[in-house]
């Protein structure tokens, strides 16, 4: 099926004891009043600092402070921490101090807002609870520390700064023998910091139709609230809903914040690779870097979201990285295979020998838990399906359609820059990691990050349908996390990219030339 059509259906409705309230939808969207403008050129952003902080791992997620000028980095670099580095004299950053928690087994995300510091850390048992600990940045004095679900891997604040998020994951051990629920913790700092945790029970009545539409339930012996595997928040501007990717799930879950109900899920379909908007460059033994067509489809599989509004339609980007289960012990845990290692349908694929040589489809990773019949003990495949979707997505928050697709494109100026990596071409390609949409001179820029590329690429989305390429630019050894912090807030009241770099340990700061 088409994946405009996938995304275009109305994708799931709201749980059945809320059928009977009004939509949160039915409200109008109203854009955030437009900042202050800064007069800046959209196509120039250029390094103008960095850091390092060690080695792989020693950057990985950040969050600034603009009352105290300070950033907070991520680091699970020999041990879990967080580096606070002083940026109050930008350009010059210093390292500041380390802060430790020895007792965690792994630091995921940190976040800020008011004066107050968010970090998310696993439990000391990997697969049981995780811990939100917040500090006040001013002093770095423990403030609460609050339990949530399994393995918190991404923690954010409401913009009104009165709720803090967690998207716990849930991930099973290596030997898939404990499988802990995928939750969503929503914690009320007006009201002493309460949590409320919720799992997705609720949506397994709905699981037919949601994997229809190209949902994923399908871990080794796992039920439906264990497989879903939340990844990353995105706010809305009015505070009152959240948006959590479901990545390996291959769908978008939506919450009503003030309510504290998961609302909706919506499967993210598949991009068809037959399509000449959708060509992949497949093959990493093909000698060449092309971008062609393919009777292959691609989950989407998105990692960072971003959430932003453009003429009073709310929007999501997502970054399609793709994601497997392939990591784990049991051979029946592992979900990715070569195409020219599967049995391929003669009828449907009757030039499967020709498609499964190296040069063409044969190196390409698909995934071997959908797409198949069994004949007698074997699967024979109709449908072949990529693991991710090597894009930006951006979709219409509340129906989940889809908008815009930025992909080919994409990939085609990495590719005319030099900077392709052919030997991903068979997994991933440029591998988009991450999102993040803002505001620079009135325009609505989508800054993204592809980990494998070590690039940044910059697209105006202020007409989401209509994204345009503006600016390409080359960061430090794969970038995870991609922070903007707005004129008003920065060091030097400019606008600032800050890129933390996973494989090298570095944090590079990037800002924009003044008209």
């Known amino acids: 099926m088409n994946c405009k059509k996938l995304f275009g259906a109305i994708l799931i409705a709201s749980l059945a004891f809320t059928a009977c309230k009004k939509d949160p939808t039915d409200d109008p969207i109203v854009d955030p009043p437009m ?193 879903i595997e939340p990844e990353y928040i995105a706010v809305s501007a009015d505070s009152k809903k959240a948006y959590i990717t479901l990545q390996e799930n291959n769908g978008v879950a939506e919450v009503d914040i003030v309510g504290g109900s998961i609302t909706k899920i919506n499967p993210l379909g598949t991009r068809d690779i037959s399509l000449a908007d959708n060509a992949f460059d497949v093959s990493d033994k093909d000698n060449k870097k092309v971008l062609s067509t393919w009777p292959i489809k691609a989950f989407y599989l998105p990692d960072a979201i971003s959430y932003f509004t453009a003429g009073g339609t709310a929007y999501l980007a997502l970054a399609n990285e793709g994601d497997t289960r392939q990591d784990y012990t049991p051979k029946d845990a592992k979900e990715e295979v070569r195409v020219k290692d599967l049995v391929l349908d003669l009828v449907k694929f009757p030039n499967a020998a020709t498609l499964q040589l190296d040069a063409n489809l044969g190196r390409l990773t698909v995934t071997n838990t959908a797409g198949y019949t069994m004949v007698g003990t074997n699967k024979v495949y109709q449908e072949l399906y990529s693991t991710g979707g090597r894009s930006v997505s951006i979709i219409n928050a509340n129906t989940g359609a889809l908008v815009a697709n930025i992909g080919k494109d994409l990939e085609q ?97 990037y800002q924009p030339d003044k008209i």
């Not at 030997?423 to 620079?440: L, Y």
């Not at 390409?472 to 794969?478: E, K, N, R």
């Not at 922070?483 to 600032?496: A, C, E, H, I, Q």
């Open 35 to 227: 900042e202050a403008i800064v007069p800046e050129k959209i196509d120039s952003f250029k390094e103008t600092a960095s850091i390092d902080l060690g080695g792989e791992f020693a950057s990985e997620i950040s969050a600034y402070d603009p009352l105290t000028k300070q950033l907070f980095v991520v680091s699970n670099d020999g041990g879990t921490k967080v580096d606070v580095v002083d940026m109050s004299k930008y350009p010059t950053v210093t390292k500041l101090k380390t802060l430790l928690y020895p007792n965690n087994a792994g630091i995921n995300s940190v976040a800020v807002s008011n004066g107050l510091l968010a970090i998310a850390l696993d439990g000391a048992d990997k697969q049981g609870n995780g811990d939100v600990v917040i500090l006040k940045t001013s002093t770095l004095e423990e403030v609460k520390k609050i339990t949530v679900g399994a393995m918190p891997d991404m923690v954010t604040f409401s913009p009104d700064g009165n709720y803090i998020l967690s998207a716990n994951e849930g991930e099973p051990n290596l030997a898939y023998t404990v499988d802990p629920k995928g939750t969503i913790s929503i914690i009320n700092i007006k009201d002493n910091y309460s949590v409320k945790t919720l799992d997705f029970a609720a949506f397994e009545s709905q699981k037919v139709t949601l994997l229809a539409g190209g949902f994923r339930i399908y871990g080794l012996n796992a039920s439906f609230t264990q497989d």
């Open 413 to 509: 100026h990495v590719i005319d820059a030099g900077k392709y990596d052919d030997d991903r071409s068979d997994n991933k390609g440029v591998e988009v990691e991450s999102v993040t949409v803002a505001q620079v001179n009135g325009q609505t820029l989508a800054f993204i990050g592809m980990e494998r590329a070590d690039m940044i690429a910059v697209y105006d989305v202020t007409i989401p349908a209509s994204p345009k390429f503006v600016q390409l630019f080359s960061t430090g050894d794969a970038p995870e996390g991609l922070l903007f912090v707005k004129p008003k807030d920065s060091p030097n009241g400019r606008s600032l990219l800050i890129v933390s770099n996973e494989a090298d340990g570095t944090v590079r700061f």
